[in-house]
T-cell receptor, first 110, second 115 residues
Framework: QKEVEQNSGPLSVPEGAIASLNCTYS??????FFWYRQYSGKSPELIMS????GDKEDGRFTAQLNKASQYVSLLIRDSQPSDSATYLC??????????FGEGTQLTVNP | DVKVTQSSRYLVKRTGEKVFLECVQD?????MFWYRQDPGLGLRLIYF???????EKGDIPEGYSVSREKKERFSLILESASTNQTSMYLC??????????????FGEGSRLTVL
């Protein structure tokens, strides 16, 4: 079993819709969870972090964490074409070490 | 503006060659990392370092070594390049774990092709 798994995608949504990106992890002791965005040909950049069960909102982005189910998700409301990118789920497995999922490619169609 | 600089954006090497990938950060970060990124496999950790002259194996260290002689510089070495090491290599740095926000600062990447 992979340490961090994401829904494989690609995911395509119309402009203005809600995009839902999902991630599961295997290490029940993990405490910190992150979403990175990577535009084509660019490096990943951090967009959200979440440490406690529940929801965390930042503008159009909402991260959701359920430690009992070992599940973390990212919702993007009012999706825009500029949100088209690959989204990487990352879990802090030990110390400063992050383990990444394989990424989900999102396309927002105008 | 924070910066992680990788020495080469594109490299083409032959099987068996020794390859050096250099990474320099200007943020005085203690932690530095080398990942490779392949389609369908995401980012996989090769090696990381918490301090000068210190290194730890990541998930896929075979065929690689690293060097950290100075805090700002972290080098990835392919002792004898093979075709299965054709990939995008990403260097990153971060603050220590105590104040870690999970933010890795990535370089632009080095795309290596081994023929």
């Amino acid at each position: 079993q992979k340490e961090v798994e994401q829904n494989s995608g690609p995911l395509s949504v119309p402009e203005g819709a809600i995009a839902s990106l999902n991630c599961t992890y295997s290490d029940r002791g993990s405490q910190s969870f992150f979403w990175y965005r990577q535009y084509s040909g660019k490096s990943p950049e951090l967009i959200m972090s979440i440490y406690s069960n529940g929801d965390k909102e930042d503008g159009r982005f909402t991260a959701q964490l359920n430690k009992a189910s070992q599940y973390v998700s990212l919702l993007i409301r009012d999706s825009q074409p500029s949100d088209s990118a690959t989204y990487l789920c990352a879990v802090q497995t030990s110390g400063s070490r992050l383990t990444f999922g394989e990424g989900t490619q999102l396309t927002v169609n105008p | 503006d924070v910066k992680v600089t990788q020495s080469s954006r594109y490299l083409v090497k032959r099987t068996g060659e020794k390859v050096f990938l250099e990474c320099v950060q200007d943020m005085d970060h203690e932690n530095m990392f080398w990942y490779r990124q392949d389609p369908g496999l995401g980012l996989r950790l090769i090696y990381f370092s918490y301090d000068v002259k210190m290194k730890e194996k990541g998930d896929i260290p075979e065929g690689y070594s690293v060097s950290r002689e100075k805090k700002e510089r972290f080098s990835l070495i392919l002792e004898s390049a093979s075709t299965n090491q054709t990939s995008m290599y990403l260097c990153a740095s971060s603050t220590p774990v105590i104040s870690n926000t999970g933010e890795l600062f990535f370089g632009e990447g080095s795309r290596l092709t081994v023929l």
